[in-house]
């Protein structure tokens, strides 16, 4: 009858126009956090850093933490979520020792996918690019259909090689993919280089549509020695006022303790490390 017709009949723009009062009573689920509170579901976030700052350690660092359901640093992680790694730049067996020192046995409560450039060219595949309209689409549908909630991007320049980075044109397109996630229920974290003035390098306006940017900083009185040791800087960040505090300059770094590698952290302002 008529009634089934109207249900059956293609929705249009016309359909997406609400009354206030009718957009405000959508049953629509509270966004989560995946580490508190900075880090959130449909979220992209930006961490840049100089070359040999410590990106892909703080990554796995994150995956780490929010596959396991342990806190990364002082932040706490409040549900374990399917992760996934795009390494574009890393050989193998260099991404399995980060992967083996970092975690210490600890049982994962969600899935941990990895997709290494450096394997699939071993299988004779193409290289992963973000500017490749075919190769976005492919990873947006394994997303989706793996239940994947965050895609960790290593890096910018090693997976769109070629890409102006200073082109607004250029990223529009992977910009839009970006958004595309988002509204699918997926958060990005991307890794990117930072330039010699300690920025994150290219176009400013990557940075539009973020929730969060980070820029890792080297400590005052690093040394090579040092190892793997940071200071996590919030350039924006989209948290309540109640939180503020917990998103001001952190160093964190790597020890060995007891024959395993252990994050370590602490305020830069109280100059207190932690465990």
Not at 71 to 94: H, Q
Not at 196 to 211: F, L, P, V
Not at 226 to 251: I, L, N, P, W
Request: some cysteine; proline content about 5%.
């Amino acid at each position: 009858g008529a009634e089934e017709y109207r249900q059956k009949k293609p929705l249009t723009w016309a359909d997406a126009i609400l009354l206030e009062t009718d957009f405000l009573s959508l049953d629509v689920p509270e966004k989560k956090s995946f580490i508190h509170p900075w880090l959130t579901e449909q979220s992209i976030t930006l961490i840049s850093g100089y070359r040999g700052t410590g990106k892909t350690w703080a990554a796995l660092g994150i995956i780490d933490a929010i596959t396991t359901g342990t806190a990364f640093g002082p932040w706490k992680v409040s549900e374990p979520v399917p992760c996934m790694l795009v390494d574009g730049e890393l050989p193998i067996t260099d991404i399995k020792e980060r992967m083996r020192s970092l975690n210490h046995g600890i049982e994962r409560k969600a899935p941990f996918y990895i997709v290494s450039d450096a394997y699939a060219n071993s299988l004779g595949l193409p290289r992963a690019h973000l500017a490749n309209p075919e190769w976005r689409e492919f990873m947006k549908s394994s997303l989706v259909s793996k239940g994947i909630k965050l895609l960790v991007l290593d890096n910018l320049a090693s997976l769109s090689p070629g890409l102006d980075e200073n082109s607004k044109q250029d990223w529009d397109p992977i910009n839009q993919w970006l958004l595309e996630l988002r509204f699918a229920g997926i958060s990005t974290v991307m890794l990117h280089h930072t330039n010699k003035a300690g920025d994150q390098r290219g176009i400013s306006s990557r940075e539009d549509n973020i929730d969060t940017s980070i820029i890792l900083k080297r400590p005052s009185g690093y040394v090579v020695e040092d190892g793997c040791r940071f200071v996590v800087c919030f350039t924006k960040v989209r948290v309540r006022d109640a939180d503020k505090g917990s998103v001001s300059e952190t160093e964190l770094g790597i020890q060995y303790i007891d024959d395993c590698l252990v994050w370590t952290w602490g305020s830069v302002k109280v100059k207190n490390r932690d465990r």
